[in-house]
């Protein structure tokens, strides 16, 4: 099965922009989403797709692809968006499963 | 509103079974292929299953296969987690996500209930 790959960690200081990245296979092929997780909460979606928010999500996340690599890119970090960023795509097997990634924890200082 | 109600989560020995169940309300259920994601305590997200909208078609992770079986009720919208043959390493949050749309690739869930806590220990 597929595997997508991401930091465990990333700093940024508040107000600057971070970019957090996720790669693996199966983004040669399907479009990454991108999930927020605060502590003991559930995820939510962030982006979708080409670079899609859904309705609520600020305009300072953004999404990109190039290749095997995935991007969510956060212009003007605020501090409540310290919080676990997971990514996630069909995975390549062709079964209709679903890969995740193993989570970048973002801390804004 | 769409809610995600995940319940049927508790302590069961290694061997054992359990059932989760998931109430969706505030949309057309029967429209949406729904999935199970699981979250060991302090560690990832992790995608268990999936089932289309009828019901007829399913997916599971290489780590559940065999043990457990995904099921959905139309006529009660409600979505289903039959596991069997609990193992420790089941020990988890999970939870029911919708997938956004027939539009959308079927890794994009837009809403996510609570999560209900399954754990596996004698």
């Known amino acids: 099965s597929s595997e997508l790959t991401q930091d465990p960690a990333v700093s940024v200081a508040l107000g600057q922009t971070v970019r957090i990245t996720c790669q693996g296979d199966?983004?040669?092929?399907?479009?990454a989403s991108w999930y927020q997780q605060k502590p003991g909460q559930a995820p939510v979606l962030v982006i979708y797709?080409?670079?899609n928010r859904p309705s609520g999500i600020p305009d300072r996340f953004s999404g990109s692809s190039s290749g095997n690599t995935a991007s969510l890119t956060i212009t003007g970090a605020q501090a409540e968006d310290e919080a676990d960023y997971y990514c996630n795509s069909r995975d390549s097997s062709g079964n209709h499963c679903v890969v995740f990634g193993g989570g970048t924890k973002l801390t804004v200082l | 509103e769409v809610q995600l109600v995940e319940s049927g989560g508790g302590l069961v020995q290694p061997g054992g079974s359990l059932r989760l169940s998931c109430a969706a309300s505030?949309?057309?259920?029967?429209?949406?292929?729904m999935h199970w994601v699981r979250q060991a305590p302090g560690k990832g997200l992790v995608w268990v299953s999936r089932i289309n909208s009828d019901g007829s078609s399913t997916s599971y992770a290489d780590s559940v296969k065999g043990r457990f079986t995904i099921s959905r009720d139309n006529a009660k919208n409600t979505l289903y987690l039959q596991m069997n043959s609990l193992r420790a390493e089941d020990t988890a949050v999970y939870y029911c996500a919708r997938r956004q749309g027939s539009s959308s690739s079927i890794a994009v869930a837009d809403y996510w209930g609570q999560g209900t806590l399954v754990t596996v220990s004698s």
């Open positions: 505030g949309f057309t259920f029967s429209s949406y292929w």
């Open positions: 797709g080409k670079n």
């Open positions: 199966s983004l040669r092929s399907y479009y």
